[in-house]
């Protein structure tokens, strides 16, 4: 299993290309999977982590009205994507338009996956106050962080 970090920062060109990162290249694979992240972001991942994603999803019962809305929101979006020869990836007009991607790109590793924010998100989601504070740090350690 592939493990992304670090930040990095491109522009989208007008066709709706983006550079992926040359760090997360060789991770990612050629074909891999791009769909809507929480907080107006884009969630990239390997095949195999989209797989095991996919798995969890089967097991919840969609009796439950959430679980529905859930799974609506990230295979809705869901697109299997790859990096031509030049390292750059098509991102759908759906997805731009939903995290706000207009041309300045952050490109950040989170563990298991890679998060696409347009600049403008990025830098407000880092700005916010709660981003990293003591109540924050208090609840990750109750989850044994």
């Known amino acids: 299993m592939a493990m992304f970090m670090g930040e990095y920062q491109h522009n989208i060109d007008s066709k709706g290309r983006l550079i992926v990162p040359a760090k997360f290249r060789e ?7 791009v769909t809507k992240g ?3 972001c884009l969630f990239v991942y390997t ?10 999803i089967k097991k919840l019962p969609l009796t439950n009205k959430d679980v ?3 799974v609506r929101f ?3 979006g869901a697109v299997e994507c790859e990096t031509d020869n030049q390292g750059r990836v098509m991102i759908p007009q759906n997805l731009r ?9 952050i490109s950040i590793g989170v563990s298991n ?7 403008e998100n990025w830098v407000e989601y880092n700005d916010e106050e709660n981003f990293i504070d ?6 990750m350690a109750e989850l044994g962080i």
Do not use: C, H, P
């Open 47 to 56: 095949n195999d982590e989209w797989k095991v994603f996919e798995e969890k």
């Open 113 to 119: 996956r890679i998060e696409i924010w347009s600049k």
């Open 74 to 76: 990230f295979f809705s």
């Open 68 to 70: 529905r809305k859930f």
């Open 97 to 105: 338009e939903y995290a706000g991607i207009k041309k300045e790109v």
């Open 38 to 40: 929480l907080d107006s």
């Open 134 to 139: 003591g109540q924050l740090a208090e609840k």
């Open 27 to 33: 991770g990612l694979g050629t074909v891999f999977v």
